[in-house]
């Protein structure tokens, strides 16, 4: 048994004291899913950005540097950390506000119980098909560096995951970011270092790179093409149950608007390490055969020993981060999202079980992806655009808006995931997930109106019938008589406006009066 493999198995041994220590402090649904709403602004830092640095973010954006330039970071690491940092900024403390225990309480606090169930079934998809890509990178991260197969190093990294993430749920994931954020940072630095020593230095590092392997977009891409792949992981990463989860569970909404956006600065910063490796690595590896193993074959071919073996370690722990996230975030929204309303009676120890028992059930799932699976990137894109349109439009308009109702919601998912789904596998549009976007707007909106002017003219006629019916009373008085008439001109002008006539307001007195009038 090699170092390396002795290395990871010790620190997968610590991963089960935290886990095991913390969950003696789970007692509600809250502590598990949450950790119980009292994160505080380092570890929260830390946890959003180890769970985003995953085998995407090291093995993937690398190798896509490697082959295309620069232009193949347009997604990861550039338009994920843009994600990140909008969600801290504008999403964080409305969601925080709202008290939710899921992402998937809002659209049933805000829409209907029916869009919950519609958005979670539509989110939990996403998660696992992550999770799976990162459970792939640490079969092939293993495989490279201690000889053990894929195939048993994925089943591997699904256990491990599986028991520890069941056992301690988002407190034991937190902590383990923890740790597992420092473990990134320290062994990427200490690979660049080495990198750029045996380069001759920054000025020479740079000026070894061919210009055009600087240009921002591919040769031939189109602008449409440029945008779907900036909208993929920005839109995805606002929808994503992940890092909504940390959102949720800091102790206040500063410290979640904080956290956020530093753990998406701090995840830009440290993603430029790999963009880097796969920059230098046409001329440090040229005709490499399989572009995604460019970092593990630099450290390999440069680094000493003890080097080797910490840059081993935090590879390791950037997908460990990443995949337990995951799961737990998948096993949330079914356990919270459909169990519980199945079965609302539920003791706090039957929440805890049946998220557990989801997590293990998902980790399964997304171990037979990671097995089948062909690459890392291609699952990370389809995580992050499988349904996410629709349920992003939606998310839009019930946090920041009080228009439009549950038709409008159902209308703009289902449009999105149909447009998206038809324009990616069956008519090879070239910007499927813009194409998503706007259709799921344009659904929204025309429900909405649509919703709303019906709903007027249905009021605009029983005020209408009322105001006949009232106004051929004669023991009525001339102010009950007026405001009859207020009424039904109210009703009137809320149809013109496509309005319900209840969005415009009457005094408390008027309201008293109609409702003695009408008895």
């Known amino acids: 048994m090699n170092g390396i493999l002795l290395g990871v198995l010790a620190y997968i041994a610590l991963q089960f004291a935290v886990a095991i220590w913390v969950s003696r402090r789970i007692k509600t649904e809250s502590d598990y899913i949450l950790g119980g709403r009292q994160i505080g602004l380092s570890l929260a830092a830390f946890s959003v950005f180890a769970t985003w640095f995953g085998a995407e973010t090291v093995l993937g954006s690398a190798g896509r540097v490697y082959s295309d330039g620069l232009s193949g970071a347009q997604g990861e690491p550039f338009a ?3 994600g990140i940092v909008i969600m801290g900024l504008f999403f964080a403390v409305p969601l925080w506000r709202g008290g939710l225990v899921t992402f998937g309480d809002l659209f049933r606090e805000r829409f209907s119980p029916g869009v919950e169930r519609l958005t979670v079934i539509l989110l939990v998809p996403g998660s696992v098909l992550w999770a799976a890509a990162q459970i792939r990178g640490f079969g092939q991260i293993m495989g490279t560096t201690t000889g053990m197969s894929v195939s048993a190093s994925i089943a591997l990294a699904a256990a491990i995951v599986v028991l520890y993430t069941a056992a301690g749920g988002l407190l034991a994931d937190i902590y383990s970011d923890f740790v597992q954020g420092i473990a990134i940072i320290v062994g990427l630095v200490a690979m660049f270092v080495v ?3 045996e380069l001759g230095g920054p000025a020479q590092a740079l000026a070894s790179i ?9 040769s031939g891409q189109t602008l449409l093409d440029f945008v779907e792949q900036w909208a993929i992981p920005i839109c995805g990463s606002l929808v994503a149950v992940e890092l909504i989860s940390r959102v949720l569970a800091c102790k206040s909404a500063d410290v979640a608007r904080t956290a956020t956006w530093i753990g998406g600065v701090g995840y830009l910063l440290v993603a430029l390490i790999p ?3 796969g920059l230098v690595g046409q001329q440090l590896a040229p005709g490499l055969g399989e572009a995604e193993q ?3 074959t630099l450290a390999q071919k440069y680094l000493p020993p003890i080097l080797f073996v910490m840059f081993a370690g935090a590879l390791i722990s950037a997908i460990l981060s990443t995949v337990d996230s995951a799961l737990l975030a998948a096993a949330s929204l079914v356990s919270h999202n459909i169990v519980l309303r199945m079965k609302p009676g539920m003791s706090e120890t039957a929440k805890v079980a049946s998220a557990r028992i989801g997590v293990a059930v998902l980790g399964l799932v997304a171990y037979a992806l990671a097995v089948r699976a062909e690459g890392i990137s291609a699952l990370v894109e389809l995580a992050s655009a499988f349904a996410t349109a629709g349920i992003f439009v939606a998310l839009v308009f019930g946090l920041f808006t009080g228009w439009g109702g549950a038709l409008s919601a159902y209308a ?4 999105g995931a149909l447009v998206w789904a038809c324009g990616k596998f069956a008519l090879d549009l070239q910007a499927p997930y813009v194409c998503g976007v706007l259709a799921a707007l344009l659904a929204y909106v025309l429900v909405t109106i649509a919703a709303r002017f019906v709903a007027a003219e249905r009021r605009a006629q029983a005020y209408h019938f009322g105001h006949d019916q009232l106004a051929d009373r004669p023991h009525w008085s001339s102010r009950q008589r007026s405001i009859c008439r207020r009424e039904h001109d109210r009703a009137q002008r809320a149809a013109a406006m496509c309005l319900d006539p209840i969005d415009i307001p009457l005094s408390s007195a008027d309201l008293r009066l109609i409702d003695v009038a009408s008895q």
């Open 80 to 82: 994920y950390a843009v």
């Open 195 to 197: 990198i750029l020593v």
């Open 210 to 218: 061919e210009a055009a392997r600087f240009a921002p977009m591919k």
């Open 275 to 277: 963009v880097f490796f």
């Open 294 to 296: 460019i970092v593990p």
């Open 412 to 415: 703009a998912i289902t449009a």
